[in-house]
């Protein structure tokens, strides 16, 4: 601008403009800190090209129960030792071929041979020593350790190149599961700093990352399994589901994850079951709680088939239980809470006669945007309750705020009851995972417990094979009859949207792990 | 000149650094992060290393004492999400922000220029009434409904521009015909309102009894008086953008520095959050300061140089010269035109 | 027809004498606001419309408020228009079988309570800050002008998160985000104004006289000002609306159950292809309501001009024949200059 002299300053706009113009055309179209990737329409054919939800955070391996970065790395880029298969729920052989233990504290595991590295480097005992003690016994605060391990450290001994000897701190029927959460990287990797971009031993491996763009990885020639259809892939994000839904309609993407049918997306959206539960929690600590006839009536007054029909197009299924079936402790004989309004009036009716205070205010705590259609699921909760006579607030809060409703402490100077709608999604396949938190006196999201369920619990946590499904089992009858600290909604379905060029069959895991080798072009 | 630019700077230093406070007190009055980043089962021992991994277990005035000391070495602290640095996380997003900014400006300001001229040749006239209302309206649709509907009309119907994301040129398109609307709309009303002032002045008047064409009337004269408004919406409105265009890079997956705020305060990222503040505070401050310089271009009455020394030991009397003050002192035109400031910063 | 329209008339395009006369006797009658607000067409009908918006926040939730809140999950999404459905439905359902006029009538509210709360607060604020630091000048004057920097550059989102964090949400929070983000806009304008009036004469006189500063403020420079910054404000209560339908659609604005016309675009979005009506019927109350304010603020920006003024106080019969007057003598002007 200060090279516009006084003779040239009646136009100076003119000058300016087209000077800043200057700069866009010399950038030449294209984004500051992007370079043509591939992609877009014209991508060829030997690409996959998936649109998530959202950037991973990172890619670091021991980070992998995060869905943003599994539905990345898991069985993609890393592979684990032992691996559930998420239709039968059986664990299968990956990097581990056999496991063992004869007293369910110390396990033995056989390691596969001729299995290389991205980097070219063989795997042996060396690496899964080095990725179980970087994830669980390390000072890196992995994810995946507080999820699945707890405090407790695992000790680790190598038997030879390709046998390990795993030990927990106390008896644990279900380690090689755990195990499963663990994706293997070299033992080179560092344990003092967390890394953005793994090497793994998965039929792709990470070519380049541009920030807040894409991700694309490529095949991995020396792949110890089958080669994947696609040579490449290609992975972008958008947080609009409308906008994910119009890539695949558009031809611009082949599988795009976390659809909802108002996406208007027609045949090429795929729904499936995905192991989501919602359900609503009651804290019994404050009135009209208190008194578990309320607590019964919620239950009554939710018409549970008439919300999964209306406004989930009767995909999803109305649920007895905090884990949809596939899990380990699941019931499909514990019936859904019947829908009897006139039986939760007469419920209120009766705690108000006793004394309960049923008129106190209910503060239902919802966050906003977790699932598709939540504010609308809230509202009419919020409506059936107040047809049975109580006092229902709507708090809508975003996830951090929220997240202080749902794990402990809880607030306790609330203006009212606390009702939680939570969310429980169950990866790992067994109901251990869900009620040791959510059911136990003491559990980080359970607002209250009983003796004698945290002794049913106790001993099913202990139990293995056939006993272990029905001690389970009690446990959620248990919950249902004499706690009902839970008003059960649905067990939740997903949707993928899964162009018509490629062939793609999505389970119960798909949101948290989209293995890209499982991905045909289509006939 | 340069004592002016001097004086500017250090005048603007000040205000960046409660702007950093105020960003790093009131970021950490939004909770603690731990629970986003943690398990939801993790144990007071994991909450107690996460804190402490992150700082957050200091006395916030330490916190930020060893956050201004980090400024000093360029090092703007670490991503709790990403683990990246978090000055390099927010310069790499940036120029994506400024490049859509500019592209929307650079084509809002001439739209507004062909059509606010056309309405100001007649007053009221249809033409008028028209290029009215149609900027009205631009100016008050929802930025997020416009996109959604661009994607759908022109992406998925017409299929003639990709839906989203930044590969190749045509991607260009939805995200700055979307965010084109406002400035479009607000540079219409400002531009016109100062050319018809500037019209029914007596200089034009004789201009066109000289026999001077229309259209010189018009380039020459009229345009260079609606300049300075013009001049001051634009900027405003650029500051706006500039701020990050939220709503569209979030929809279009624009890697832009408004995605990477709005992420990262959702996320109590702290560190990025500050420093994608403190970048487009600089920004912000440098857009304000060329501001005034293209005042002092267009009019050099104001021009603060060097030798008008004397004027300004005058002007002393009533007050300081430096920064946007020189504003009052410009041909503003319509008095309005300085107020017309619409500042997308939401 | 523009809010920016200000320019006083050049004295020689004044009306011919004979009109000139009849002007001069009505505008000695004093020709009402009422009578100078029917001259323009545009400006009656933005009133009306603007009277019936506000009728409808007063007292649409009293009489619809059932209506917006009753579901009905076996009415969900029923197309607009339909006389079949009854009048409460003649905008249509929602995705939950309520009725779309019922939630627009009470969003109505919602909205204007958050809306011109927010635009008053900052207005009020603002101005009165800007004026007295545009009195002042000075460090006072630089000082102010720093602090305004800061609020622009400031990322309001992040108030927005903390408002919420920390209180509990409600519309009276949002009013206090965008009260705060926009005091800058007012605080420069009405700065400038006021700077510039400080140096003028009739206000020199009345500092020579020993008035007292605030005063002089009061008394000369707020009237001058106040105009400029109405219209200002109008030109903000449309601003105001978007930002709100902004926060809502990041989800950190108004929230459920609570319902303004921002949040029911933002949250009708997602059935943009199947149920058009949901999200582009609350959008036309919002683009209407801001043209209609708009226009509004444009006769005002007039009629409160002692240079303009007349132009509204001529009938539409003066003006037509004022025009054409005008269009004749530029022809001879410029046939004349051309003469030469």
Partial sequence: MLLVTPRSRRIPLALAASALLGTTALSGCSVANSEDAAGGSSAPSDTLRVVLQQEPPTLEACESNLTSTGVVIRSTITEPLVERNPTSGELEPKLATQWSSKDDQTWTLKLREGVKFHDGSDFNADDAIATIDRAVNSKLGCNVEGYVFGDDDLKLKKVDDYTIEVTAAKKDPILPLRLSFLEVVPKETSTTEKVREPIGTGPYQIEDWQAGQSINVAAFADYWGEAPAYSKANYQWRSEGSVRAAMITSGEADIATGLSPEDNIGDLGVSYPNNETVALRMHADTAPFDDIRIRRAVNYAIDKESIVASLYAGRDKAAAQLVPSGVVGHSDDLPVWEFNLDKAKELVAEAKADGTDVSAPINLVVRTAQFPKIQELAQVIQEQLTQAGLTVNLKMLETSQHLTYQVRPFPTKDDGAIMLMTQHGNQAGDAAFTVDQYMTSKGAQSAFGTPELDELIAQADAASGDDRQAAFEKVFKYQNDEVVQFAHIAHQTGMLGISSSVAYEPNSSSGDELRLAEVTAAK | MLTYLRKRIIASALPLVVVIVGVFALARMTGNPAALYLPLNATDTMRAEFAARNGLDQPIWVQMAQYFGGIFRFDFGTSMRTGQDAAQMALRAFPATLQLAATTMIIAIILALIVGSAAAMKPNGILDRCSSFISMTAASIPDFWLAIVGIWVFAITLGVVPTSGVVGAAAWFLPVATLVMRPFGTLVQVIRGAMVSALSEPYIKLARSKGATEYRVIAQHALRNAAAPGLTVAGDLTVGLVNGAVVVETIFGWPGIGKLMIDSILQRDFAVLQACVLLTAVAIFVLNILIDLGYALLDPRVRPSAGARQRRKARAAQGPTHGSENRTLAPVGPALSTSESSRGNH | ?340
């Fill in chain 3, 1 to 340: 027809m523009s809010a920016l329209e200000m320019a006083p008339p050049a004295k020689d395009e004044r009306p011919e004498p004979k009109n000139r006369r009849k002007a001069k006797t009505q505008s000695e009658s004093r020709v009402s606001m009422f009578t100078m607000l029917l001259r323009d067409r545009f400006a009656t009908v933005a009133a009306i419309f603007l009277s019936l918006v506000v009728l409808t926040a007063i007292f649409g939730p009293a009489l619809m408020g059932e209506h917006a809140t009753a579901q009905n999950l076996m009415f969900m999404n029923k197309a607009p228009f339909d006389p079949a459905n009854g009048w409460l439905y003649i905008l249509g359902s929602d995705s939950l079988g309520r009725s779309v006029l019922a939630r627009i009538v009470v969003a109505t509210q919602t909205t204007l309570l958050v809306a011109v709360p927010a635009v008053l607060v900052a207005l009020l604020l603002g101005s009165l800050w800007g004026v007295w630091a545009g009195y002042h000048r000075g460090r006072r004057e630089a000082i102010s002008m720093r602090i305004a920097d800061i609020i622009m550059s400031f990322p309001s989102l992040l108030l927005a998160v903390v408002v919420l964090f920390v209180f509990s949400p409600s519309a009276a929070n949002i009013v206090l985000i965008l009260a705060i983000t926009r005091i800058p806009i007012y605080l420069r304008t009405a700065r400038a104004e006021s700077a510039e009036l400080q140096s003028r004469t009739f206000v020199d006189a009345a500092r020579t006289f020993g008035t007292n500063p605030n005063a002089i403020i009061v008394r000369h420079v707020i009237p001058v000002v106040t105009p400029t910054l109405l219209t200002l404000a109008t030109l903000e209560f449309c601003f105001v609306m978007l930002a709100e339908s902004s926060l809502s659609f990041l989800g950190i604005g108004i929230q459920p159950p609570d319902v303004s016309w921002g949040l029911l675009v933002a949250q009708g979005r997602q059935y943009l292809q199947t149920a058009w009506w949901l999200s582009i019927l609350p959008g036309l109350a919002i683009v209407l309501t801001a043209v209609a304010a708009n226009v509004l603020a444009a006769w005002m920006r007039i009629a409160t001009d002692p240079a303009q003024r007349w132009r509204l106080e001529l009938d539409r019969k003066s003006t037509k024949a004022f025009e054409k007057a005008t269009r004749q003598a530029a022809k001879m002007q410029t046939k004349k200059g051309n003469d030469k």
